[in-house]
């Protein structure tokens, strides 16, 4: 069955340093997203991505925060200038419309 | 806000009683989904209910919506010890999803 993929699982990265991450949607999907999940707390939409434009973005997605698609096949958030408070996990999702979205297993960043 | 907001916090019980989750969200949806997380862990979908609809299973799992109440409960049933992990409800509105803060049961062996 076809997944949603992440790298890398687990990225350590200094305050202040940009940091990128990865996902592989599924391959005929059509629609992306980003979530965080700070540790213990709820998952919190970032951003969605449809026809190589963000479609909507919540108040957490800064100007530290971009997306891209810089392949058919790649789908990539960066954070420009990481804070202490950037450390969470960050899931990818996709899907091919109104449905169901398809998680990755998620990046861990921890900002030191 | 559309979030979705699960009740109870922390449900213990345990294994082969039935498990209950409740949520509550205050906008229009197109549809709601039920996603389970284990600990330290991705999220797995688990089961989604559009508006039209009022009740949907999936093996052990049965799902109710209320847009009346816009309210929705996830059944578990028979519990496993294996069914420990928390439990998240997403409303989702024409591809925006918001996700409540979640459920977290342990079914105790």
């Known amino acids: 069955e076809p997944e949603v993929t992440q790298t890398p699982s687990h990225q350590v990265t200094q305050m202040g340093q940009e940091v990128i991450l990865r996902c592989v949607p599924i391959s005929n999907h059509l629609y992306f997203y980003w979530y965080r999940q700070i540790l213990g707390q709820k998952v919190e939409f970032l951003v969605s991505?449809?026809?190589?434009?963000?479609?909507?973005k919540s108040e957490i997605f800064d100007d530290q925060f971009s997306v891209e698609r810089p392949d058919g096949s790649n789908f990539t958030l960066k954070i420009r200038s990481t804070k202490l408070e950037d450390s969470a996990m960050y899931f990818c999702?996709?899907?091919?419309?109104?449905?169901?979205?398809?998680f990755g297993p998620g990046t861990r960043l921890t900002v030191l | 806000s559309q979030q979705g907001e699960e009740d109870p916090q922390a449900l213990s019980i345990q294994e082969g009683e039935n498990a209950t989750m409740n949520c509550s969200y205050k906008t229009s949806i197109n549809n709601l989904q039920w996603y389970r997380q284990n600990s330290g862990r991705g999220l797995v979908h688990l089961i989604l209910?559009?508006?039209?609809?009022r009740e949907k299973h999936s093996g052990r799992l049965r799902v109710t919506l209320d847009t009346s109440k816009k309210s929705s409960s996830l059944l578990i049933t028979a519990s496993r010890a294996a069914d420990t992990a928390s439990y998240f409800c997403?409303?989702?509105?024409?591809?925006?999803?918001?996700f409540g803060a979640g459920t977290r049961l342990t079914v105790k062996p």
């Open positions: 209910i559009r508006s039209n609809e």
């Open positions: 999702a996709s899907n091919q419309a109104a449905d169901t979205q398809y």
């Open positions: 991505f449809y026809n190589n434009e963000i479609s909507e």
């Open positions: 997403a409303t989702d509105n024409n591809n925006d999803m918001r």
